[in-house]
């Protein structure tokens, strides 16, 4: 596609419950992230992959938080039983291997 | 690690005057130093970026920065302000080992008044 893809683009989900989000990234990437990025602050990073491998989930804050590239292409994040503190933007990026990343518009989550 | 610090939360420039926006970083090595745009509702746009060569870089939308290792600076300057440009800028910091995780300031959200 013509830029990096999410959906969906906002998300209320009730506290406890689980939310997939999806990201597309631009055709031939090889490098894939996921930021969060937290009302009035700047992103963080949570994880990257190349290809289908996951090589940094550093920036994950708890075995609550998934991401998968199982085909080295489309990537989902999973948070599970959602609570207050995970309602964020969070932003998905891609490239091509050893240059600049390409943001998607985001994903808003709400937890409620 | 590393770290972004971005000590203007707002500002406010008349439209056509000069704009500075200040990032300073701290990173044992030379950075990869990034400058991005956040308008409402939108994702990312990168403005500039500094890897190496030249300290003064020039980026999109009239947008330069200059790279200042004495002072851990990479401050953005654009001479006439545009209402269009009124949004979000995020300074980052990435390892110069690649893009693989870049490291964000606070962000300084830019007004533009008539």
């Known amino acids: 596609g013509a830029g990096v893809s999410q959906s969906p683009r906002y998300k209320v989900a009730k506290r406890g419950q689980d939310v997939a989000l999806r990201c597309d990234p631009i055709s031939g990437h090889v490098s894939l992230f996921w930021y969060q990025q937290a009302l009035g602050q700047g992103p963080e990073f949570l994880t990257y992959f190349q290809n289908e491998a996951q090589l940094d989930k550093s920036g994950l804050p708890s075995d609550r938080f998934f991401a998968e590239r199982p085909e080295g292409s489309v990537s989902t994040l999973k948070i599970q039983r959602t609570q207050q503190e995970d309602s964020a933007v969070y932003l998905c990026a891609s490239s091509l291997e050893a240059s600049e990343a390409f943001f998607g518009q985001g994903t808003r989550l709400t937890v409620v | 690690a590393q770290s972004v610090t971005q000590p203007d939360i707002h500002i406010t420039v008349s439209e056509g005057a000069s704009l500075e926006l200040r990032c300073n970083y701290s990173y044992g090595a030379t950075p990869y130093l990034f400058w991005y745009v956040q308008s409402p509702g939108q994702g990312l746009q990168l403005l500039l970026k500094?890897?190496?060569?030249?300290?003064l870089v020039q980026g999109i939308k009239g947008f330069e920065a200059e790279f200042k290792r004495s002072q851990s600076s990479f401050n953005l300057r654009k001479p006439s302000v545009h209402w269009s440009d009124a949004a979000e800028y995020f300074c980052a910091v990435g390892e110069n080992t690649g893009f693989q995780k870049l490291v964000f300031g606070t962000g300084t959200r830019l007004l533009v008044s008539p």
């Open positions: 500094y890897f190496s060569g030249d300290t």
